[in-house]
């Protein structure tokens, strides 16, 4: 059974860093890309980045990029999110995923696997 793990959130303040990993477990094959969602109260859940098994990135519009990096350690099965200058429109819960294909993609349905997300709220 596929399983993603996320942990790293937490309260922070704004202009902190916060490291997101997200561990994989149970897939039999081993390329395929991942990526990273958030939701926000009220808010419909929003693509965040993704990056594919060779390490190839795809960036939000505008939100994040220059601010979040998203990276992979095939190794470990773990992808991560380093949020830098974070600010209080980040607060979200940041979900993993992962899709069927080595292929990046802003769209949920790319993705066939989630994990239970991990609450990031930052403060004024």
């Known amino acids: 059974q596929v399983q993603l793990v996320e942990s790293g959130g937490g309260l922070v303040q704004a202009g902190d860093s916060l490291r997101l990993s997200c561990a994989a477990s149970?897939?039999?094959?081993?390329?395929?890309?991942m990526a990273w969602f958030r939701q926000a109260p009220g808010k419909e859940r929003e693509f965040v980045a993704a990056?594919?098994?060779?390490?190839?990135?795809?960036y939000s519009v505008d939100s994040v990029k220059g601010r979040f990096t998203i990276s992979r350690d095939n190794t470990k099965s773990t992808m991560y999110l380093q949020m830098n200058s974070l600010k209080p429109e980040d607060t979200a819960v940041y979900y993993c995923?992962?899709?069927?294909?080595?292929?990046?993609?802003?769209?949920?349905?790319?993705?066939?696997?989630w994990g239970q997300g991990t609450q990031v709220t930052v403060s004024s």
């Open positions: 995923a992962s899709g069927q294909f080595d292929l990046l993609s802003s769209n949920k349905v790319s993705y066939n696997y």
């Open positions: 990056v594919t098994y060779s390490g190839r990135t795809l």
């Open positions: 149970g897939r039999t094959d081993s390329r395929y890309a």
